[in-house]
């Protein structure tokens, strides 16, 4: 595997990652594909000018040539399927490694996506049940609409949710079996004016939680529906913390891209706000940027700590969460233009982070090399092993 090589240093005070000017990066160690993450708590915050010490951020450049990849889930064996927007493929990522990475095998290229805009194939999960049922979940862009289906072990495409609007710019895509075993599914609203994120008949602007047949889940907050939480403009990641607790970004509202804290039946106030809102019914973000320096669409959540990916930032945003779901300190910036575009961050079976850049697209700037995924690891605790 390829690594960028250096030292960057991490002070833990209290639950906050505090990071040094000028990061760069150690040799990671060995792949722990599979195996639980081994994760440290945070210490006690130290007194004013105690040293907590320090650590190191490992990076790893996992795999290179990719176009635009977008879904990032996890097979039974430590591999990896990527979905590609725009050309409609679904990539076996992994485990075997030679010397340029991980090897890359195209699984599947399917016919159905119509690939436009921010639209095309999006959101993978794998199903909780795979290695008996050998089943994936995509969520793709038709002409019409969007949907989510699923693929049975190389078969044909079946859809389980139709009818999801579509639009140029705001799709949705999320994609991710919780800690429930149901499917959720993050939407886009889809209009200009935001007039179908508080409509409860509408899939559009939504987060949805359904049975693996795309039947609305027991216990949703309305009997027969499928909708989660509703005012919402792009969802398009969601994440779990070890208490179970649900995140999930908006990446395009006009002046804000958020992070929310996800509650059952709870209203994110599109379009009625952009950002924090004055109306008690409405529930503010954990936290938001100015769109234009931020676009963070991908979000992974590893004990205390959450990472945002951020197109329009080019950057990763590390924010450690207390217990009651509040940003705690200073979100912290990692990898700031070191990489261009950055869009998905998910959490590896073995605790690390994987990224993936977005720069083989018509707003990006690519390099020779891209676009890539990327395994981060902080040393001594935070997000995986060293």
Same mark, same amino acid.
């Given at each position: 595997?390829?690594?960028?090589?250096?030292?960057?240093?991490?002070?833990?005070?209290?639950?906050?990652?505090?990071?040094?000017?000028?990061?760069?990066?150690?040799?990671?160690?060995?792949?722990? *594909?599979?195996?639980?993450?081994?994760?440290?708590?945070?210490?006690?915050?130290?007194?004013?000018?105690?040293?907590?010490?320090?650590?190191?951020?490992?990076?790893?450049?996992?795999?290179?040539?990719?176009?635009?990849?977008?879904?990032?889930?996890?097979?039974?064996?430590?591999?990896?399927?990527?979905?590609?927007?725009?050309? *409609?493929?679904?990539?076996?990522?992994?485990?075997?490694?030679? *010397?340029?990475?991980?090897?890359?095998?195209?699984?599947?290229?399917?016919?159905?996506?119509?690939?436009?805009?921010?639209?095309?194939?999006?959101?993978?999960?794998?199903?909780?049940?795979?290695? $008996?049922?050998? $089943?994936?979940?995509?969520?793709?862009?038709?002409?019409?609409?969007?949907?989510?289906?699923?693929?049975?072990?190389?078969?044909?495409?079946?859809?389980?949710?139709?009818?999801?609007?579509?639009?140029?710019?705001?799709? !949705?895509?999320?994609?991710?079996?919780?800690?429930?075993?149901?499917?959720?599914?993050?939407?886009?609203? !889809?209009?200009?004016?935001?007039?179908?994120?508080?409509?409860?008949?509408?899939? !559009?602007?939504?987060?949805?939680?359904?049975?693996?047949?795309?039947?609305?889940?027991?216990?949703?907050?309305?009997?027969?529906?499928?909708?989660?939480?509703?005012?919402?403009?792009?969802?398009?990641?969601?994440?779990?913390?070890? $208490?179970?607790?649900?995140?999930?970004?908006?990446?395009?509202?006009?002046?804000?891209?958020?992070?929310?804290?996800?509650?059952?039946?709870?209203?994110?106030?599109?379009?009625?706000?952009?950002?924090?809102?004055?109306?008690?019914?409405?529930?503010?973000?954990?936290?938001?940027?100015?769109?234009?320096?931020?676009?963070? !669409?991908?979000?992974?959540?590893?004990?205390?700590?959450?990472?945002?990916?951020?197109?329009?930032?080019?950057?990763?945003?590390?924010?450690?969460?207390?217990?009651?779901?509040?940003?705690?300190?200073?979100?912290?910036?990692?990898?700031?233009?070191?990489?261009?575009?950055?869009?998905?961050?998910?959490?590896?079976?073995?605790?690390?982070?994987?990224?993936?850049?977005?720069?083989?697209?018509?707003?990006?700037?690519?390099?020779?090399?891209?676009?890539?995924?990327?395994?981060?690891?902080?040393?001594?605790?935070? *997000?995986?092993?060293?």
């Amino acid at each position: 595997m390829r690594s960028r090589r250096g030292r960057a240093a991490v002070a833990l005070v209290g639950a906050v990652l505090v990071l040094t000017s000028g990061c760069s990066f150690g040799p990671p160690g060995p792949d722990q *594909a599979g195996s639980p993450p081994n994760l440290s708590r945070p210490s006690a915050a130290p007194t004013s000018g105690e040293d907590s010490g320090e650590r190191e951020v490992a990076l790893t450049v996992l795999a290179k040539n990719l176009e635009v990849p977008w879904g990032i889930a996890f097979l039974p064996d430590g591999a990896a399927v990527v979905t590609e927007r725009d050309t *409609a493929r679904i990539l076996k990522v992994g485990p075997e490694s030679d *010397a340029d990475g991980l090897q890359v095998t195209e699984l599947e290229r399917l016919d159905e996506v119509r690939a436009s805009g921010d639209g095309g194939l999006l959101g993978i999960a794998v199903s909780p049940d795979y290695e $008996t049922d050998k $089943t994936l979940y995509v969520y793709y862009s038709t002409d019409r609409d969007n949907r989510v289906a699923k693929l049975v072990d190389g078969g044909k495409l079946q859809p389980i949710l139709t009818g999801i609007p579509r639009s140029p710019e705001q799709n !949705g895509g999320a994609l991710a079996f919780g800690p429930d075993g149901q499917l959720y599914v993050g939407t886009g609203d !889809g209009t200009p004016t935001g007039a179908q994120a508080p409509d409860p008949k509408n899939l !559009g602007g939504k987060i949805l939680r359904v049975t693996t047949a795309g039947k609305p889940a027991t216990g949703n907050p309305v009997k027969n529906s499928t909708v989660w939480s509703s005012g919402h403009r792009n969802v398009s990641a969601l994440a779990w913390d070890s $208490t179970g607790r649900m995140f999930a970004t908006d990446t395009t509202q006009p002046r804000t891209s958020e992070l929310n804290v996800v509650r059952k039946g709870g209203n994110y106030g599109w379009p009625k706000a952009d950002g924090d809102g004055t109306d008690p019914k409405l529930i503010n973000p954990m936290t938001s940027w100015p769109a234009a320096e931020s676009a963070c !669409g991908g979000v992974a959540a590893a004990e205390s700590l959450l990472a945002t990916a951020c197109l329009l930032g080019k950057r990763l945003t590390l924010l450690s969460v207390t217990e009651n779901g509040t940003v705690l300190g200073t979100p912290q910036e990692l990898l700031t233009d070191e990489f261009g575009r950055l869009r998905t961050v998910v959490t590896a079976p073995d605790g690390s982070f994987w990224l993936s850049t977005s720069n083989q697209e018509d707003a990006g700037d690519p390099g020779p090399e891209d676009d890539r995924l990327i395994r981060l690891v902080f040393s001594d605790g935070g *997000a995986g092993k060293s």
